[in-house]
């Protein structure tokens, strides 16, 4: 069945579009299929915090309401924005603009997750820097528990896979911060060179990967929004 927002009694657009979206991760799921999520399990990594039920059910709402298309081939299981669905993206776009300018986070504890950070970060890498081969890059995050220390970027043909367990490959480049400092680089809160001089984030390995470090890393789609008022102290 599909579940709707309880109506709120008026004919105007703003409100029924807000009986449809309204509801809570919906922005967020839309979010990473736009960002170029297509299976479950690539949607879930966008959103860990939401329950596998909950995005199970927020999906069959989204193509209850023609937003998605859930497609099924060779047994695999795959979901695509529908033309109304694409419609929302720059609307769902522009929100974050605006609360990268207007309400840009001053990084609580309760906004760090090194999970969605790594598999944020590595959209937006730019695999053809690495040329051919194969490249490694190992993030380790001095201030997390041993089962969240570690990832590693696999970098290969121009795709970048995620590893939270050693791949068993030759590290090629290894960075070495905190949480809080590699979520303010790739927010824009901070740049990487600037980082790397106040010896906030270390990196050792191949010359040409170190110094071409800003080329890259990449950064969030909204890392150039500037904020509205003074970052929190």
Partial sequence: MMET?????????????????GERWTHLVIRELAAGSESFNDLHRGVPLMSPSLLSKRLKSLE???LIQRREADGRVSYKLTRAGEELVPIIFQLGVWGQRWVRSDLSANDLDP???????HRTLDATFFGDGRTVIRVEFTDQ??????????????DVDVCLKDPGFDVDLSLTT????????WM?????????RERRVAVDGVSRLRKGIAVWLG???????????????
């Fill in 64 to 66: 209850g309401h023609r």
């Fill in 188 to 196: 824009g809160g901070i740049s990487i060179t600037h980082a790397i």
């Fill in 178 to 185: 905190d949480l809080r400092t590699l979520t303010a680089v």
């Fill in 219 to 233: 950064s969030s789609y909204f890392a150039d929004v500037r904020p509205a008022h003074a970052a929190p102290v």
């Fill in 115 to 121: 999970a969605l950070l790594i598999w944020d970060m």
């Fill in 145 to 158: 528990a041993a089962r969240y220390r570690r990832w590693w970027l696999v970098i290969r043909d121009g």
């Fill in 5 to 21: 927002l309880k109506g709120y009694g008026q004919f105007c657009p703003i409100a029924k579009a807000s009986e449809v979206l």
